[in-house]
């Protein structure tokens, strides 16, 4: 059993703990190890947590089991203007990977998305990142491939994907 709870200012600390646990998992073999310490610092600082959550720009949420925190996600309603929720970020820690929790994280995800009016959910993935398959058996399908500029000459890599929310 999961539980996904709305974070706080409060939650930074764990939100950057569990980043910095998944990251190398996730992106060791595809980012160097510079690019990788760039980014963390650049989307994970306090300050830039601070004003995301602060200002509503994305609202964050604890994934915890019965014992503890296991993952965080960040999503962003009505993205665009449009009746759209981007997923940011979703991050489970690697011991509760392959538990089935990240299908019901999703399910949430969509469930709270269609309470908000969206009609579809939207999320990056780097192009050579395994969970790839993982999007496309719950129904995510690419919709585009970008190149963006995250400064320090780095680029994300990414496939934008996309599923419709079924009501």
Known sequence: MIKITEAF???????????????PITYGEILTTEQLDYML???YSNEALSKQIQN?????????????????IGIEYNYKNEAVTKIH???LLPESQGKGYGKIVFESIEKMA??????????????FNS????????????QETVDIEIGNGYLMEDYVMGKSIKK
């Open 114 to 127: 269609s309470e908000n009016n969206s009609k579809e959910l939207l999320l990056n993935v780097n192009r």
């Open 131 to 142: 969970a790839l398959n993982f999007y496309k058996k719950l129904g995510f399908e690419i």
């Open 56 to 72: 509503k720009e994305q609202l964050f949420y604890l994934i915890s089991d019965l014992d503890s925190v296991i993952g965080f």
């Open 41 to 43: 610092d650049l989307i």
């Open 89 to 91: 970020k979703i991050y």
């Open 9 to 23: 200012v409060e939650d930074i600390a764990k939100i950057q703990e569990i980043a910095h646990i998944t990251w």
